[in-house]
T-cell receptor
Framework: AQSVTQLGSHVSVSEGALVLLRCNYSSSVPPYLFWYVQYPNQGLQLLLKYTSAATLVKGINGFEAEFKKSETSFHLTKPSAHMSDAAEYFCAVRTDTGRRALTFGSGTRLQVQP | EAQVTQNPRYLITVTGKKLTVTCSQNMNHEYMSWYRQDPGLGLRQIYYSMNVEVTDKGDVPEGYKVSRKEKRNFPLILESPSPNQTSLYFC??????????????FGPGTRLTVL
């Protein structure tokens, strides 16, 4: 079975500061990892995904994440936060190819201060 | 525009009154799934469907039913809703092209309150 832990249910940064959202996973087989973003009153939008092709993954809106197998981590970063980045972010893992179920972390709400 | 739609977006009902939440996608996806989102728990899979007439249980199927009579539609049925089914529900779809990394596209969500 797989699981995802997101450290910090709320993260607050200043506009222009580095964004770092932490995600650690547990999986007995090589995982596929995803970051989704949820803006208020909207569905989930895919930010980026790790497919084993490259450990550093670039996504939309300037976000990127690095897969570190030794640390079982897939942290999300952005060099400079923008007010529009305020949202809830979910890390997810999938290894069950049949059921294709995404196992989500509990989410991190990002607040960006002016 | 490629999208997953859900109806209704908001619903308040009473215990025991049967309801259906509809989900439709226009991307010709084989795979469809229902999740519920609860505070502090992230999203959990309720049911999924690999194709027409092929459905199976996810992590939290109790109290729910689904059907897949057409490729584009995947309704979620609550035969006798209870207050513990108050939640935010998301439908998702993707291709089943044989790769595990197929992106799942999510609908806008349905906020259900059962009194």
């Amino acid at each position: 079975a797989q699981s995802v832990t997101q450290l910090g249910s709320h993260v607050s940064v200043s506009e222009g500061a580095l964004v770092l959202l932490r995600c650690n996973y547990s999986s007995s087989v090589p995982p596929y990892l995803f970051w989704y973003v949820q803006y208020p009153n909207q569905g989930l939008q895919l930010l980026l995904k790790y497919t084993s092709a490259a450990t550093l993954v670039k996504g939309i809106n300037g976000f990127e994440a690095e897969f570190k197998k030794s640390e079982t981590s897939f942290h999300l970063t952005k060099p400079s936060a923008h007010m529009s980045d305020a949202a809830e972010y979910f890390c997810a893992v999938r290894t069950d190819t049949g059921r294709r179920a995404l196992t989500f972390g509990s989410g991190t709400r990002l607040q960006v201060q002016p | 525009e490629a999208q997953v739609t859900q109806n209704p977006r908001y619903l308040i009902t009473v215990t025991g009154k049967k309801l259906t939440v509809t989900c439709s996608q226009n991307m010709n996806h084989e795979y469809m799934s229902w999740y519920r989102q609860d505070p502090g728990l992230g999203l959990r899979q309720i049911y999924y469907s690999m194709n027409v007439e092929v459905t199976d249980k996810g992590d939290v199927p109790e109290g729910y039913k689904v059907s897949r009579k057409e490729k584009r539609n995947f309704p979620l049925i609550l035969e006798s809703p209870s207050p513990n089914q108050t939640s935010l529900y998301f439908c998702a779809s993707s291709y089943s092209g044989g790769t595990s990394t197929d992106t799942q596209y999510f609908g806008p969500g349905t906020r259900l309150t059962v009194l």
